[in-house]
């Protein structure tokens, strides 16, 4: 699967306070977090490099309303410890992409109230408007917004490619599965260094499973 650089962007999925921080709400329930927050020190660095490429960095954080009103079965029966816990509540910290992210004005930050990056945003109409047609994927946590935004990313015909060190989960075992169900059938999974390396160059190939 060839990368072109001038029809692709980096898209960091959920790089906020809540899945990286000790204090946010995934660490309150006992779950580490050090593996996300690596992970997205890796995208950090990702996006330094594809702004200084000229190729588009957009940024994707999960927010719910401050009373859930919008959080439907997410928050009351799939996952109800995030309506216990108001988690990702708009307003609270659990939302904010950190500092050290480094966050530019020419970047584009998209909430979303739902696992995938493109259920209620602007996604498609931003890639659209770029001509994009391929991504470049980083966030937290692998095995479901990741996941499911390449899965909707492929229905598209948007070629992915999902850097490894800048995705991770709370489980290893799940976060392999993971990357092996996109790499079978949705995205090619690459290493930072070759992410890298290909934004920098333009273009290169990355051989089929």
């Known amino acids: 699967m060839r990368f072109r650089r001038g029809e692709a962007a980096l898209l960091l999925v959920d790089y906020q306070r809540g899945f990286l921080d000790p204090q946010g709400f995934v660490a309150a329930q006992g779950r580490d977090v050090s593996a996300c927050a690596e992970a997205a020190r890796q995208g950090y660095a990702l996006a330094r490099t594809a702004r200084a490429a000229g190729m588009p960095v957009i940024w994707t954080r999960h927010v719910l309303r401050a009373d859930h009103a919008d959080g439907g079965l997410l928050t009351t029966e799939l996952r109800p410890r995030l309506g216990e816990l108001r988690a990702l509540a708009a307003g609270s910290a659990d939302i904010e ?70 995705v991770a989960d709370f489980d290893e075992a799940r976060h392999a599965a993971s990357l092996s169900a996109m790499q079978f059938g949705f995205a090619r999974v690459i290493g930072a260094n070759q992410a890298a390396v290909a934004i920098a160059a333009g273009e290169a190939d990355f051989p089929l499973a």
């Open 97 to 166: 992409i950190p500092d050290e992210a480094g966050v530019q004005p020419g970047d584009v930050v998209l909430d979303k109230p739902r696992y995938s990056a493109f259920f209620g945003t602007a996604l498609d109409v931003v890639l659209a408007t770029r001509g994009i047609r391929a991504l470049m994927v980083g966030g937290v946590t692998t095995s479901m917004c990741v996941e499911s935004s390449v899965r909707d990313a492929a229905q598209r015909d948007l070629r992915c490619f999902v850097v490894r060190d800048a």
